[in-house]
T-cell receptor, first 117, second 112 residues
Framework: AQKVTQAQTEISVVEKEDVTLDCVYETRDTTYYLFWYKQPPSGELVFLIRRNSFDEQNEISGRYSWNFQKSTSSFNFTITASQVVDSAVYFCALSEALGTGRRALTFGSGTRLQVQP | DSGVTQTPKHLITATGQRVTLRCSPRSGDLSVYWYQQSLDQGLQFLIQYYNGEERAKGNILERFSAQQFPDLHSELNLSSLELGDSALYFC???????????FGPGTRLLVL
């Protein structure tokens, strides 16, 4: 079975600090997809990024960057110069292939990020 | 706004009752997924539909059922409700199963 581990339950930082959220995954699939979603206090799940298993390029989007390392089965997420609006629960997820045309996301337990002003 | 809509936003009901949650996927998306988020279980996959057909089942209780209609909207039916069914229920959709899933705002169910 596939598994996603987010060991950091809660992180608290002061505004403008950089913060890295860790994600480690387990899968037997050779082709898989990794995701990060953000859940702000309002409750919705907001898609942030998708990474294919065959594309190990790191990605930067504004203050957000992602480091995918297949060798360590990790897909870490860094927020540079954090802001109060970044306060949310962040979920790492793995797309599990259950068969042809059959897919499900396996989520980690989430990391609650609190950014203090 | 992801383009996925869910109704109702909140639902309060009593044990033993039956409720129906509704989801409209993004325009053009053929695959619909249901997830349950609870404090003790986290986010768990329930069921997937693709173009009207059930494709995958996760940890969905026998008291729960779902369907996807010809217009691609989906309904999740929860019956004989128990206190432990109180949770946030999300619907997600994607164009094809391997593509990114976009989530609706969720339906918060409280069973009293």
């Amino acid at each position: 079975a596939q598994k996603v581990t987010q060991a950091q339950t809660e992180i608290s930082v002061v505004e403008k600090e950089d913060v890295t959220l860790d994600c480690v995954y387990e899968t037997r699939d050779t082709t898989y997809y990794l995701f990060w979603y953000k859940q702000p206090p309002s409750g919705e799940l907001v898609f942030l990024i998708r990474r294919n298993s065959f594309d190990e390029q790191n990605e930067i989007s504004g203050r957000y960057s992602w480091n995918f390392q297949k060798s360590t089965s990790s897909f870490n997420f860094t927020i540079t110069a954090s802001q109060v609006v970044d306060s949310a629960v962040y979920f790492c997820a793995l797309s599990e292939a259950l068969g042809t045309g059959r897919r499900a996301l396996t989520f980690g337990s989430g990391t609650r990020l609190q950014v203090q002003p | 706004d992801s383009g996925v809509t869910q109704t109702p936003k909140h639902l309060i009901t009593a044990t033993g009752q039956r409720v129906t949650l509704r989801c409209s996927p993004r325009s053009g998306d053929l695959s619909v997924y249901w997830y349950q988020q609870s404090l003790d279980q986290g986010l768990q996959f329930l069921i997937q539909y693709y173009n009207g057909e059930e494709r995958a089942k996760g940890n969905i209780l026998e008291r729960f059922s779902a369907q996807q209609f010809p217009d691609l909207h989906s309904e999740l039916n929860l019956s004989s409700l128990e206190l432990g069914d109180s949770a946030l229920y999300f619907c997600a959709s994607s164009v094809y199963p391997q593509e990114t899933q976009y989530f609706g705002p969720g339906t918060r169910l409280l069973v009293l």
